[in-house]
């Protein structure tokens, strides 16, 4: 690969990660207003929503760790999408593999939690123990699940694994050879996700008691950045693992789209776990399951 | 006079110098230089950290009883001995200014410390150039002792932590004797070649009773649970500087001892061939599993901490876990994980407890309850604090993540997904309690007490952001590192790990620090762009925020930081049992009980009656 095709590259995979991302939440709209029997928002909503708080005339800034974290929030699922291998762009994903991934999505995670710290608002401190509690529950069951598809495709690296998936089709994906760990991963991409049941550390229904509380203008609008990419990024990274990828944009978009849509289905649906309840739950099925996976791939 | 002597007399000099004019204001510059001296004499034996010769003998040795001691250095050597000095070196430095003063005008014994310090090195550098069993178990009595000096320092509860570690101390050294005397009867040598013949055809039963005795003794030093009880306490009490050097290095000596005995000598292999009974475990296994729980138990425990110092120090030997379960995987990734996360260890760990000790002369506390908000008066230490806690949790782009990334990949390749799942446990914990650290100390608000804390002296500074340094260009080029771990691993006989600046490739997925650190940058500045290009943000005083409609005056503060996980231990709260805390008791009022009644039995029932016995036998014996 050239240096211009490998710098293209590099751009083009976070740019088309943030306007898929984009569509994603328009889609999450769409599907939440169409369970209520309302219309939705219309196409551009998200942009709009974007502008307006980057916009804002109102930014309350509580000092410069309050503005790194947000920095930090977008600028490492930035660099996230760069590893995680889309049709036609591979990216650094022979660089850093899965394992890299998994703990480079840490750092928009730390960069919150810093942010949010700086913010001097016990209750934001309160939401940011809460989302930290949250990361502890569903890393598990997601680690267990990178660990089957590590080891049933014998290798990390994202792009081998679309390959192996490509070349044996439909009964060589993730879900076909390993069924109960792509169950197990349902579930903790529900939690990675924030979406209800497991919504409560973000408490976008009660902004005073959540990390976001001292959010506002172009903090919140880079948390809704952030939003964009997060669920990009486990849509993607799922269909990686299980949905052999895609081997090209057509058959590639329907399928991110459809894993996304089935969280955010359940999501509205479905009212909040508490925080130990959240732990309690994906401690116990997610795990069970994504270990008797793992026993099945692995004997 | 060899490269070697040349270090080890230049250590003595220096441990001379401070028992001398340790107490002079001037001590804790001219040590560091001393220190720095040190290190030249290690750089001037670089070559065996670059592969370039395998040993260098020291002119040192004399004879026992017929037994000939010898020290020498390989690249296994050089490499935990770079890490000892520079420790030594960056905690001197931080304790050469205002520390110093501070020090000594609350009372504090300066030429102890110095002193103490410089002997501590003295110490574990001739442990590391032991060049048989015998000069092994010297230099591991007198790093015993030097640390025990280093702890008792403080003086009041640090006594008696002390005195606790140097119970369990003088348990393991009786542990490695044993082991060693056992040695001697198979193999009728204390060489280390000696031990390595015969390795190979030694039985089951000898090779378990090896791993228990000197697997117990060198775990105690390296706080393995269940002997861990010790350490989290007694570093912690430890005067800052001391704590950052005992931290970084002083229980890594039980890692190289163990990895002299039981993987250079005995070898892995032997350890793989040699089962539990009635299980399917090997005895590689038992000790894998061994490490996991140092891993958890101990980071959990960290989890509950409200003091800075302890926190830290619990986190120490949950760290250790991952540098044992490194190594015991004995392949080229694994062990050069497990190798290579003692040096990061030992420089984000040494960097965190000089943060919180800088934290302490400012604000006199080191109380996660009684901190917060000190961002705004102390941003350098802070930042120190972040970069080494980024490093501590094991997140990109500092030199934890690559040694973690090590051990992860290696426990994939090997197909152990049980410990792979536990050691990203115990990374988990470490996210939880380190953001707790930072938070409770510099982030939230900042009290009414500490409005006017100042920075930290520049002594404290430059040491931490030397540091800090050293912990991201590591981890931006890990090669640096695993040229010497490389060096390492063939001084130990263990897979060479072929490595780049930027990491290592191999075709199943491997990792360029340099391509990952460099597109997260960029990342960062692409986040700066689209934050700054919204409009321009105002500051507010941090306590203009939203109280959801309570009432807050600027004269209450309210920090939330006590319990500060509350949902998480509301389930795993009640897991704690201290178990390790009961199972140590039980043992300290069984050993006590058997004193009790031995003491009875000898001294107040008829000692007179013994005593004629004990003559009668001798005299039998004598005449007979």
Do not use: C, K
């Given at each position: 690969m050239s240096v211009g095709e490998l710098a293209a590259e590099l751009v083009l995979m976070p740019l088309v990660a943030f306007v898929a991302g984009m569509a994603m939440v328009l889609m999450m709209r769409k599907i939440g207003a169409r369970i209520q029997r309302r219309i939705g928002p219309p196409l551009l909503q998200p942009l709009y929503d974007i502008l307006k708080l980057y916009g804002k005339q109102t930014q309350i800034s509580h000092g410069l760790i309050h503005e790194i974290g947000v920095i930090m929030a977008v600028g490492g699922y930035v660099a996230a999408e760069t590893l995680l291998p889309v049709p036609g762009m591979s990216g650094l994903a022979d660089k850093g593999g899965a394992i890299t991934l998994a703990y480079m999505m840490m750092i928009p995670s730390l960069g919150l939690a810093l942010g949010v710290g700086q913010c001097a608002n016990p209750n934001g401190s309160i939401g940011i123990s809460r989302a930290l509690t949250a990361m502890a529950a569903y890393d598990i069951p997601f680690i267990i699940v990178i660990f089957g598809a590590a080891y049933v495709y014998g290798t990390t690296n994202l792009a081998d694994i679309i390959a192996i998936q490509q070349q044996q089709g439909v009964p060589g994906w993730g879900i076909a050879r390993m069924p109960l760990l792509a169950i197990a991963g349902l579930i903790a991409m529900q939690g990675m996700m924030g979406k209800?049941?497991?919504?409560i550390y973000v408490a976008p229904h009660e902004?005073?008691?959540?990390?976001?509380?001292?959010?506002?203008g172009k903090f919140l609008g880079g948390l809704f950045v952030m939003q964009c990419f997060q669920i990009y990024t486990i849509g993607v990274l799922y269909s990686t693992l299980f949905?052999?990828?895609?081997?090209n944009w057509l058959t590639f978009l329907p399928k991110i789209f459809a894993v996304v849509a089935i969280p955010m289905t359940i999501a509205f649906v479905f009212p909040r776990y508490r925080t130990e309840d959240v732990l309690r739950l994906m401690w116990k099925w997610p795990v069970v399951i994504g270990l008797m996976g793992l026993a099945v791939v692995m004997k | 006079m060899t490269a070697l002597d040349n270090l080890l007399l230049m250590s003595a000099f220096t441990a001379l110098f401070a028992l001398l004019s340790?107490?002079?204001?001037t001590a804790g510059s001219n040590l560091t230089v001393l220190y720095g001296g040190q290190c030249l004499a290690l750089a001037l034996m670089a070559g065996l950290g670059y592969g370039g010769s395998a040993s260098i003998a020291s002119s040192l040795s004399f004879d026992i009883l017929g037994h000939a001691l010898h020290w020498r250095f390989d690249g296994l050597s050089w490499f935990f001995a770079v890490i000892t000095v520079g420790a030594a070196l960056l905690s001197s430095w931080f304790a050469s200014g205002e520390w110093a003063q501070r020090f000594r005008a609350r009372g504090g014994n300066l030429r102890l410390f110095h002193a103490t310090l410089a002997i501590n090195v003295t110490s574990m550098l001739l442990l590391l150039a032991s060049g048989d069993l015998l000069s092994l178990f010297i230099g591991w009595e007198l790093v015993s002792w030097a640390s025990f000096l280093l702890m008792a320092l403080?003086?009041?509860a640090a006594i008696r932590y002390a005195l606790r570690y140097l119970t369990y101390a003088f348990a393991g050294a009786m542990a490695v004797l044993l082991g060693l005397v056992l040695i001697y009867a198979r193999?009728?040598?204390?060489?280390f070649q000696a031990l390595h013949d015969a390795a190979a055809g030694m039985d089951q039963a000898t090779l378990w009773w090896l791993l228990l005795l000197l697997g117990a003794g060198f775990g105690i030093k390296m706080a393995l649970l269940p002997f861990h009880l010790w350490q989290a306490k007694a570093y912690a009490e430890t005067p800052g500087p001391g704590s950052a050097f005992l931290g970084a290095i002083s229980s890594r000596m039980g890692l190289f001892a163990i990895v002299v005995v039981?993987?250079?000598?005995?070898?892995i292999d032997r350890l793989v061939d040699t089962p539990v009974p009635?299980?399917?475990?090997s005895a590689r296994d038992l000790l894998a599993w061994i490490a996991v729980f140092t891993i958890i138990f101990p980071t959990f425990t960290a989890l509950r901490q409200h003091d800075g110092r302890r926190l830290l120090a619990w986190h120490g030997i949950g760290q250790g876990g991952y540098m044992l379960l490194g190594v015991l995987m004995a392949d080229d990734l694994g062990s050069a994980g497990g190798l290579m996360h003692v040096f990061n260890h030992a420089t984000y760990q040494a960097m965190l407890f000089m943060s919180v000790a800088a934290v302490m002369h400012r604000?006199?506390?080191?109380d996660l309850n009684k901190l917060g908000g000190l961002v705004a008066r102390m941003p350098l230490s802070f930042l120190a604090m972040l970069v080494g806690i980024i490093g501590l949790a094991g997140?990109?782009?500092?030199n934890g993540f690559v040694s973690k990334w090590l051990i992860y990949r290696a426990l994939i390749i090997e197909g152990s997904p049980l410990l792979f799942v536990a050691a990203v446990i115990g990374t988990l914990g470490t996210i939880l309690s380190v953001y707790k650290l930072i938070h409770n100390t510099f982030l939230g608000q900042l009290r009414l007490e500490h409005v006017n804390v100042e920075e930290a002296p520049l002594s404290m500074l430059l040491p931490m952001m030397i540091l800090a340094v050293i912990v991201f260009v590591t981890g931006y080029f890990p090669g640096l590192v695993l040229d010497w771990v490389a060096a390492a691993q063939a001084s130990a006989g263990l897979p060479v790990l072929a490595h780049h600046l930027g990491g290592v490739a191999i075709d199943k997925g491997g990792l360029d620090m340099i391509w990952v650190v460099s597109v997260l940058l960029a990342g960062f500045a692409v986040g700066a762009l689209v934050f700054f290009a919204g409009n321009r943000s105002k500051r507010v005083h941090q306590?203009?925020?939203?109280?959801?409609?309570h009432f807050l005056s600027a004269d209450t503060r309210y920090q939330?930081?006590?319990?500060?996980?509350p949902g998480l231990m509301h389930l795993?709260?009640?897991?704690?049992?201290k178990s390790f805390r009961w199972l140590e008791s039980g043992l300290v009022s069984a050993v006590d009980t058997l004193s009790l009644s031995m003491q009875g039995l000898y001294r107040a029932a008829h000692p007179s009656f013994y005593l004629l016995a004990v003559v009668v036998f001798i005299l039998s014996w004598v005449v007979l």
């Open positions: 209800h049941p497991f919504e902004i005073a008691t959540g990390p976001m509380v001292e959010m506002g949905l052999g990828g895609g081997a | 340790g107490n002079r204001p403080a003086g009041g193999t009728g040598s204390f060489e039981f993987v250079q000598l005995i070898g009635f299980t399917f475990l604000t006199g506390t080191s997140l990109p782009p500092m306590l203009d925020n939203y109280a959801g409609g939330y930081s006590d319990n500060f996980y795993i709260g009640p897991w704690y049992r």
